[in-house]
């Protein structure tokens, strides 16, 4: 019987289908995202999902964990998108949540965008981590594929003076078309051109010519230039790129960015976002990285960065060369914030706890959240009990005692111990 166990999850990576007018596609947990991407291409649709690790990540664990990624202003996050699904609780009993239990759902998957009957329960196993039940099956909403792509890459001198008002005017601007919003700062974009870009693409010249975009002086950590990604996606070419052509001379004329780079076809478009999936990678070859997935109010998203940087700098002498690199999505207030130690691999421990006090400390003083995208696993749920209040620790607790008397999904994840 555990064999056969093992031999179906094994199998969970088949693609049911996509129903063609509501637009709703149903798969096993265990289809790679990338897959997911092609097959809703190949049928007109856009996938809503979009993140570095498409390559090998796998839908489950995506919705599992609630996963993000730069799509996010634009779709919502997949408790937006996600339709229904099939879990398997605790104690082997499976559950239909607004989708089909028939294999054979290709055209019809049994699922409607609206249902109104009950408690919504698929919300409690999103970002669950499966510490609720175990996601074997899941319906996710695709929107009509675009025909319209545009992007650029914008240098800008100040986060205060000249990001937020590009943001504000992406926004007013691009309206409805307006899909990603991506930041890098200095420190990330030079650790790229180090250590070499993601895939096969000629996007290492565009990279040179944004390092290379005179600015101020660089010396100090709020000087330094932040490169700004934006991408719409609309129904339009030639109305879009007329929308998008008036945002960026606004901005030239109004001062607030130093220097821009439209790309000209999908090609270059698809160098850009090399350059801005090429981040997470890069930064980690330079040295050991201390991660962190921080939400933080969108006007002091750099001001987590600086706190960092200007604390650690202060203590150079205890805990040696250290430098912050920061990357996200904009749009959402979403802020990777990396601490590297360059040439040292190693991580240090007592270095870890330290960077950790600061980086949670600042971002709990702005009212942000220790995890924007990223779940909690062990590595930051003991954290838990410290932001959230008790009666609301305690519904928690309930809920997963509820599902799982016995402790045996995922045990010492998510809940403190």
């Known amino acids: 019987m555990q064999d056969e166990v093992i031999l179906s999850l094994e199998r969970m990576n088949t693609i049911h289908g996509i129903d063609k007018m509501s637009g709703i596609l149903t798969c096993d947990a265990g289809v790679v995202l990338e897959n997911l991407h092609s097959y809703a291409k190949s049928h007109n649709f856009l996938f809503p999902l979009d993140i570095g690790s498409k390559g090998t990540c796998q839908i489950g664990g995506n919705v599992s964990t609630n996963a993000g990624g730069q799509y996010f202003f634009r779709f919502g996050s997949l408790h937006a998108t996600v339709m229904g699904m099939e879990v398997c609780l605790a104690d082997g009993r499976i559950l239909h949540l607004n989708i089909s239990d028939d294999d054979d759902n290709a055209k019809r998957c049994g ?30 909403a695709c929107p009509v594929l675009p025909t319209s792509r545009n992007a650029m890459l914008l240098v800008c001198n100040s ?56 600015t101020q002086e660089q010396s100090s950590s709020t000087n330094s230039p932040l490169f700004i990604l934006v991408e719409t996606q609309g129904s339009h070419l030639e109305n879009d790129t007329t929308t998008m052509d008036s945002f960026i001379t606004q901005l030239f004329d109004n001062g607030t960015v130093q220097n821009g780079f439209v790309a000209q076809d999908n090609k270059q478009i698809l160098e850009m976002w090399s350059i801005r999936e090429s981040c997470n990678p890069c930064v980690s070859a330079e040295g050991c990285c201390y991660k962190f997935d921080v939400s933080i109010p969108v006007d002091e998203y750099m001001d987590v960065a600086y706190d960092v940087k200007s604390k650690l700098q202060q203590e150079e002498s205890s805990v040696g060369d250290v430098r912050v690199c920061v990357w996200g999505h904009l749009a959402d207030g979403n802020a990777h914030i990396n601490v590297v130690t360059p040439g040292r691999h190693t991580k240090d421990i007592n270095l870890a706890k330290r960077i950790e006090t600061i980086v949670y400390g600042s971002v709990v003083s702005r009212k942000g959240s220790i995890s924007a995208e990223h779940g909690l696993g062990q590595a930051k749920n003991e954290y838990l009990g410290q932001i959230k209040e008790k009666n609301t620790m305690d519904v928690m607790k309930q809920i997963r005692y509820t599902f799982d008397p016995h402790g045996i999904m995922n045990p010492n994840k998510y809940l403190p111990r």
């Open 111 to 140: 699922t409607n965008r609206k249902d109104n009957t009950g408690y919504d329960l698929k919300h409690l196993f999103i970002g669950g981590e499966g510490t609720l039940g175990i996601i074997t099956k899941v319906a996710i």
């Open 159 to 214: 986060y205060e003076n000249d990001v937020l008002e590009l943001l504000q005017c992406a926004k007013n601007n691009l309206g409805e078309i307006l899909s990603a919003v991506e930041l890098m700062d200095y420190n990330t974009l030079e650790c790229v051109q180090k250590h070499g870009l993601v895939g096969d693409c000629s996007a290492s010249q565009l990279l040179k010519d944004l390092l290379d975009t005179p």
